[in-house]
Every structure is written in structure tokens, then in C-alpha cells.
């Protein structure tokens, strides 16, 4: 089992490195997913996300959950070809939380480098959690 804490990890980067290890066959779970920086001007990103909410029906979506832990595990669902029972089947082994759970107090997250907010060349970013305040 994969636990990341999502602690200021840039969330595109890291939901990548999540959905690769459930489609090999991990158990991924993210902790923190509030805590999750979506990179770009704070106004821009809010707009963005209330025009893709806003977009369609409210009978036949699109859904876009309000809820940090949903928002994130939904936008690793757009990496995975969830339509196709591999994909489907590594969808189901993601979960998110918001905080973090008892059970994952002792254990150690896994670093990555490579998705730490250090990595973007601005100081422009929002986080998940003020993202859904506002939608």
C-alpha cells in the first residue's frame, strides 16, 4: 500500500504518480487532499472550475463534487481510462481522505520530489480546499 500526503504536492503531478501505481496494481491512499496546490492564478482556477461546474445539466452532469476528497480522487479518475474494467478496477483501489485517518498516524508517506510545490516557476497557486469553498 502507497500512502502520499498531499501537503503541498502540486495535485496534477502527483495524482499522475497515483493513478500509474493503481493501474500496476497498488493500493493508493492520499491523505491531506485539502491541503492539495493546483498551480495557476487563484481567480482563473475558481472561474475555471465554476464553468466546468455550471456546464450541462444538473440531471446529466457534469458532476463536480464539493468536497475536497472527492474533487481530488475525481481528477485522478481523468487520468485513468475508467471506462475499461483496468481502469475501472484501478479506480476502485484509490481512496482520499481529508486529514489524516488513525490508522495512517505511524505511517511514513511517500516523497515525491518531483511533485512539491518548490517545483513551480511562479508563486501562483491556489489549494483544493479554497478552490471548494467558493464553488
Not at 479518475?77 to 485517518?101: D, F, N, W
Request: positive net charge; proline residues 5%.
Amino acid at each position: 500500500m502507497i500512502v502520499i500526503d498531499a501537503t503541498n504536492l502540486i495535485l496534477g503531478r502527483f495524482a499522475t504518480f497515483a493513478a500509474k501505481q493503481a493501474l500496476l496494481g497498488q493500493e493508493v491512499r492520499i491523505i491531506n487532499a485539502e491541503k492539495a496546490i493546483i498551480s495557476g492564478a487563484k481567480a482563473k482556477t475558481i472561474e475555471d472550475t465554476k464553468v466546468r461546474k455550471n456546464r450541462g445539466t444538473p440531471a446529466k452532469g457534469p458532476f463536480i463534487p464539493k468536497v475536497a476528497d472527492r474533487f481530488v480522487r475525481r481528477s485522478i479518475r481523468g487520468m485513468l481510462p475508467h471506462r475499461q474494467t483496468k481502469g475501472s478496477e484501478a479506480y476502485e483501489r484509490i481512496l482520499c481522505y481529508v486529514g489524516t485517518p488513525e490508522e495512517f498516524k505511524d505511517v511514513k508517506p511517500v516523497e515525491l520530489k518531483q511533485a512539491e510545490a518548490r517545483k513551480l516557476p511562479n508563486l501562483k497557486f491556489t489549494t483544493v480546499s479554497e478552490v471548494i469553498k467558493n464553488l
